[in-house]
């Protein structure tokens, strides 16, 4: 791009210095922060006061740190199944409605089976449920691509609108087992007692957070240590060279969607073994599966920083939703914001960080007549 007598570029750099691992995501959020602040500001808000407020409300005290770890880890494994896909080149665009499923999976195992099982058996059960439910809800995109080239974005996306739709129903538009039949309003029948998990004291985070975590790592460890994580790379790196040294790309195309939908339907287990209990409606409008696909997206797809960027989100919706029953109420929109702007300067500084910008004089050349 020329402006001016000067030539601006972007050089693809040779080696990335390990200081803009760190400079990027730190300078993402800080200038974040300040577009955030510039449109608290035409609220009539004070920016500066507003930001301290969420942070304290979302970061800093005991509730508020408490309750971000709570939100946080519905949102750990879908931001996982995203880039555990992502990382091959696979598109599962679908977390949204395989979470769904794994609400009503592990729902059904934690009221028809939770209740002849042994208390240390029935919460694994439930949460295998979910896993698997999860699974299959992705199986028929993860056949059409193996198989077919089929796109697994659009076909895995379609489907969220029929999960969505099928969990409504089973609350709003029948009288089946998901169903609470002792009250006259709609809504989820708890699941077994046993198959439930009990919070840490009075707050809002449940052991699932401990799963979580330890998967994470777990799935990190297991990426960078086993011939399936090298299979893999080597896949998302070069199809062709892939397939010349014998690898399937049908099974591992298989393999990695198939676990993806499993760590969502995961994410919707622990909703249910949680804070829910059941199949709740209301989790329908917090959008925890798309969340997920940006978190992972902020986490440039390593499973550690999925952990760190899940609590930065949920920190976010937590203080932002703190910030409507102060004495003077901040629109929830701030907080959509923030994390939008999050996500923007962490994509832009990825091109920084991945190229060198470089600035030329153009040399004028002068043609005599």
Same mark, same amino acid.
């Not at 599962?92 to 769904?100: A, D, K, L, T």
């Not at 460890?221 to 397939?243: C, H, I, L, Q």
């Not at 760590?263 to 917090?286: E, R």
């Given at each position: 791009m020329i402006i001016g007598n000067y030539r601006i570029e972007l050089e693809p750099r040779l080696s990335t210095p390990k200081w803009l691992?760190?400079?990027?995501?730190?300078?993402?959020?800080?200038?974040?922060?300040?577009?955030?602040?510039?449109?608290?500001?035409?609220?009539?808000?004070?920016?500066?006061?507003?930001?301290?407020?969420?942070?304290?409300?979302?970061?800093?005290?005991?509730?508020?740190i408490t309750n971000t770890l709570g939100s946080a880890t519905p949102l750990i494994c879908t931001g996982l199944a995203a880039a555990f896909a992502f990382r091959m080149n696979l598109?599962?665009?679908?977390?949204?409605?395989?979470?769904?499923l794994g609400m009503i999976g592990s729902a059904w195992a934690g009221i028809v089976l939770a209740g002849h099982l042994p208390g240390f058996v029935a919460v694994p059960m439930v949460l295998l449920f979910g896993a698997l439910c999860g699974a299959l809800w992705v199986l028929l995109p993860a056949?059409?691509?193996?198989?077919?080239?089929?796109?697994?974005?659009?076909?895995?996306?379609?489907?969220n609108y029929v999960a969505l739709n099928l969990v409504n129903y089973f609350i709003f538009g029948s009288r089946g087992i998901f169903r609470d039949p002792t009250t006259s309003f709609p809504q989820g029948r708890l699941i077994e007692e046993s198959a439930?998990?009990?919070?840490? %004291?009075?707050?809002?985070?449940?052991?699932? *957070?401990?799963? #979580?975590?330890?998967?994470?790592? +777990? @799935?990190?460890?297991?990426?960078?240590?086993?011939?399936?994580?090298?299979?893999?790379?080597?896949?998302?790196?070069?199809?062709?060279?892939?397939?010349?040294?014998?690898?399937?790309s049908t099974?591992?195309?298989?393999?990695?969607?198939?676990?993806?939908?499993?760590?969502? %339907?995961?994410?919707?287990?622990?909703?249910? *073994?949680?804070? #829910?209990?059941?199949?709740?409606? +209301? @989790?329908?409008?917090?959008g925890l599966g798309y969340a997920g696909i940006v978190v992972a997206a902020?986490?440039?797809y390593n499973f550690v920083a999925v952990i760190l960027t899940a609590i930065l989100f949920a920190g976010l919706r937590e203080g932002g939703a703190s910030l409507q029953i102060s004495s003077n109420p901040v629109p929830i929109s701030i907080a959509v914001v923030l994390q939008g702007s999050v996500l923007l300067f962490a994509l832009g500084g990825e091109v920084f960080r991945r190229n060198r910008l470089r600035i030329r004089r153009v040399q004028q050349v002068s043609v005599a007549s």
């Open positions: 691992y760190a400079a990027v995501p730190a300078l993402s959020l800080l200038f974040a922060f300040v577009v955030g602040g510039v449109f608290i500001g035409l609220t009539g808000h004070s920016p500066i006061g507003t930001l301290s407020l969420l942070i304290e409300r979302g970061y800093a005290s005991t509730k508020g598109f599962n665009i679908g977390e949204e409605g395989q979470m769904y056949v059409l691509r193996a198989k077919l080239g089929t796109s697994e974005i659009v076909s895995s996306l379609l489907l439930r998990l009990g919070s840490f %004291g009075t707050t809002r985070t449940y052991p699932t *957070v401990l799963i #979580a975590v330890a998967l994470a790592i +777990g @799935l990190y460890w297991f990426m960078k240590r086993s011939n399936y994580g090298y299979e893999t790379s080597v896949f998302a790196d070069s199809p062709n060279t892939a397939r010349y040294a014998g690898m399937s099974k591992l195309t298989l393999s990695v969607l198939l676990f993806s939908g499993a760590l969502a %339907g995961l994410a919707g287990s622990m909703y249910v *073994v949680g804070p #829910a209990g059941k199949v709740d409606p +209301g @989790l329908l409008q917090i902020l986490a440039r």
